[in-house]
């Protein structure tokens, strides 16, 4: 069992940084693959951003050159650090987590929701005109 709580989200204007925390407990956080996900209002949950085990990241094409996922396995923590903000980043934003099985498995990126076992309560982010 892992849980995992995020934290960081806000109120900010377009044009603007944010940087979000997702805190881990229970299992070992270096073996397990991290995501990022959100949901706007009306909208499916979606993919951000995805951090394996031995260090693959993806993107999704929305925010690649905006966004950097990051961990700190010594702190059990996640980050996703968001730059040039605009009104479509408005969303709940999830962390996610799933034991990664290999090495292989830590070879790819997971980018669907239903490949994670484990998910936060979600941060509001909120982007202001």
């Known amino acids: 069992q892992v849980q995992l709580v995020e934290s960081g989200g806000g109120l900010v204007q377009a044009g603007g940084s944010l940087r979000l925390s997702c805190a881990a407990s229970?299992?070992?956080?270096?073996?397990?693959?991290m995501g990022w996900f959100r949901q706007a209002p009306g909208k499916e949950r979606e993919f951000v951003a995805t951090?394996?085990?031995?260090?693959?990241?993806d993107y999704a094409d929305s925010v690649k050159g905006r966004f950097t996922i990051s961990r700190d396995n010594s702190h059990d923590t996640m980050f996703l650090q968001m730059n040039s903000l605009n009104l479509e980043d408005t969303a709940v934003y999830y962390c996610?987590?799933?034991?990664?099985?290999?090495?292989?498995?830590?070879?790819?990126?997971?980018?669907?929701?239903?490949?994670?076992?484990?998910w936060g309560q979600g941060t509001q982010v909120t982007v202001s005109s």
């Open positions: 229970g299992r070992t956080f270096s073996k397990y693959h």
């Open positions: 996610a987590a799933d034991p990664s099985s290999s090495y292989s498995d830590g070879l790819r990126s997971r980018s669907k929701s239903s490949e994670y076992r484990y």
């Open positions: 951090f394996s085990w031995i260090g693959t990241t």
